[in-house]
């Protein structure tokens, strides 16, 4: 079989065969490709994803413009209610100084849920942000079609079960260039939701554990970063895993980035599906969970002290 990708690097995929009509042929070769760099590496790069190459420049510019405003401006977006114990709030935070990563952001859950603290400034940030938000929505929607084929899912099947989109929230983010030569920009972990979208600035930073060392996942412009969290780790009994992933503080510069987190409904209950498990007389690796048991218990050690001691899928290993 082909190699997926050369100097096991993290692949990058041509997502635009999605967007034409028939070319049922080539649809197939593009799914197994996914199919295998998930299981491979649980992340890919794709490009030609459907955001366009427009609206990302300029929320990346204008991403830098609000993180350029005065810490008294961005203050304006603090977050106005504490947010339920499985989210950590909407609105603009810098991480305290005892905080491991060094990065300052702004959370912002979906355009119709009003529980968002966008600023006015700079103009025309806030309607970026939205048509991200929009935007990425639907990529989560091609990769759980395209998810769905490969596996071998009844048609629809990963749709249905992951339908709820109001758990869903973007992270924009800026990483404080290093002050010493290890500094962290985001300490090392998995993500715990069904799949993240990264588009990062041409900076760098960003790592992925494989087979034993981190590979630098590197910038391309246009180019969508997505990332297989814990959700599917657990539905696939491990035949998906979420890697272990990270980023090094930038030098000289910061760095600037947009994670979109495609979630699940909260009440939806997280366990090993029988495909992989009694159908195929597999022993199942995890307890069942319901998705917000498992945020809240994420954020509070992020929140709450002993710091930076997070919660992982592991709490739930057999
Ligand atoms: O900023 C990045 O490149 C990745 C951030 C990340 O891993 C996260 O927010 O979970
Ligand atoms: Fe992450």
């Known amino acids: 079989m082909e190699k997926l990708s ?31 760099a998930c299981t491979e590496y649980g992340c890919f790069m794709a490009k030609n994803h459907g955001i366009s190459a427009e609206l990302m420049s300029r929320a990346m510019q204008l991403c830098r413009e609000f993180f350029d405003l005065e810490d008294e401006e961005k203050l304006k977006c603090s977050p106005i209610a504490a947010g339920p114990a499985w989210r950590i709030p909407a609105g603009y935070t810098k991480h305290p100084a005892h905080s491991p990563d060094k990065n300052e952001h702004l959370l ?6 009003g529980l968002n603290v966008l600023p006015n400034s700079p103009p025309g940030f806030k309607d970026a942000v939205e048509e991200l938000f929009e935007n990425f929505t639907k990529t989560g929607e091609l990769i759980l079609s395209i998810l769905t084929d490969y596996m071998d899912f009844p048609p629809n099947f990963l749709k249905e079960f992951n339908q709820d989109r109001s758990w869903d929230w973007m992270n924009i983010k800026r990483y404080f260039p290093a002050t010493e030569p290890d500094s962290v920009g985001i300490s090392s972990h998995k993500d715990g939701n069904a799949i993240t979208f990264v588009f990062q600035d041409d900076v760098g930073g960003l790592e992925l554990l494989k087979d034993g060392r981190y590979i630098p996942i590197p910038p391309s412009p246009g180019t969508l970063v997505c990332n297989l969290g814990d959700i599917f780790q657990v539905l696939t009994n491990e035949k998906i895993t979420s890697p272990l992933h990270r980023v090094v503080s930038p030098k000289g510069s910061s760095r600037y980035s947009f994670s979109f987190f495609y979630n699940m409904g909260g009440d939806k209950w997280i366990e090993p599906l029988p495909q992989f498990t009694t159908e195929i007389g597999e022993p199942p690796k995890y307890k ?19 710091y930076g001691e997070s919660v992982d899928i592991t709490h739930y290993a057999i």
């Open 288 to 306: 069942g969970f319901m998705f917000k048991e498992y945020q809240a218990l994420r954020i509070r050690n992020k929140t709450h002290p002993p």
């Open 6 to 36: 050369k100097n096991n690097n993290v692949p990058t995929i041509d997502l635009s065969v999605f967007f034409r009509d028939g070319d049922e042929e080539a649809k197939k070769a593009v799914k197994e490709k996914v199919g295998r």
């Open 108 to 113: 912002m859950l979906a355009p119709q849920s």
